[in-house]
């Protein structure tokens, strides 16, 4: 079966501090990987996506970036952290089986910038 | 421009009630998804339909997908306290990228006991 990790879980960083989030996929290969951003209570924000190794598309201008080392890993980044920048970060992956494409999403990283 | 449009935004009853959600888009969509979202947590997958007039049943939860595919509604019965959450629907559009996902603005549910 598969399984999606992201951590970590909680995080709180000063205004101006780097970030990197990192989320893993198991029992699947060359997966479509996805970041997402949630306000409370609120749909969710697609920032970035990726098909393969190497390969970002990103859907938001923003100061963070995506980046994908190995096929089963994918990791969101920023050199300098923005209040705005608080929020819910969630990972994903999916697997083109039409019609069936589905997403499957990870616990999510609570993400605080004071 | 948001793809698929959800109704109501906010939703508060009683324990034992019944409730429609629905999910709504001028495009047509190949297959629509409902999850489900606890607070703190990662949405769950509930349900995919695929065919216009699709009803797909789970447990008390009933999803139907329209029949020209641009629309989908899922119909709680007897409302429990533990149905509490946020309700998101999404479609894939896919392109010769891979498949982006678009999500619905979300239902939030609170079942009152």
């Known amino acids: 079966s598969q399984t999606i990790h992201q951590w970590p879980a909680t995080l709180v960083q000063p205004v101006g501090s780097p970030l990197s989030l990192e989320c893993t996929v198991e029992g699947t290969s060359n997966p479509n990987l996805y970041w997402y951003r949630q306000a409370a209570g609120r749909g969710l924000q697609l920032l970035f996506y990726?098909?393969?190794?190497?390969?970002i598309s990103s859907e938001v201008p923003q100061n963070l970036s995506a980046s994908r080392p190995q096929d089963r890993q994918f990791i969101l980044s920023s050199k300098k952290l923005l209040l705005s920048d608080s929020g819910f970060y969630l990972c994903a992956w999916s697997v083109e089986f039409l019609p069936y494409n589905e997403q499957f999403f990870g616990p999510g990283t609570r993400l605080t910038v004071l | 421009t948001q793809l698929l449009e959800q109704s109501p935004q906010f939703l508060s009853i009683q324990e034992g009630e019944n409730l429609t959600v629905y999910c709504n888009s001028s495009s047509v969509f190949s297959s629509l998804q409902w999850y489900r979202q606890e607070p703190g947590e990662g949405p769950v997958l509930l349900v995919t339909v695929v065919t216009g007039g699709e009803v797909k049943k789970l447990k008390r939860l009933t999803f139907q997908f329209g029949d020209a595919r641009k629309d989908s509604s899922l119909h709680i019965t007897a409302a429990q306290p533990g149905d509490t959450g946020l309700y998101l629907c999404a479609g894939p559009v896919n392109s010769n990228t891979g498949n982006q996902f678009y999500f619905g603005t979300g239902t939030s549910l609170t079942v009152i006991p």
């Open positions: 990726s098909v393969g190794i190497g390969q």
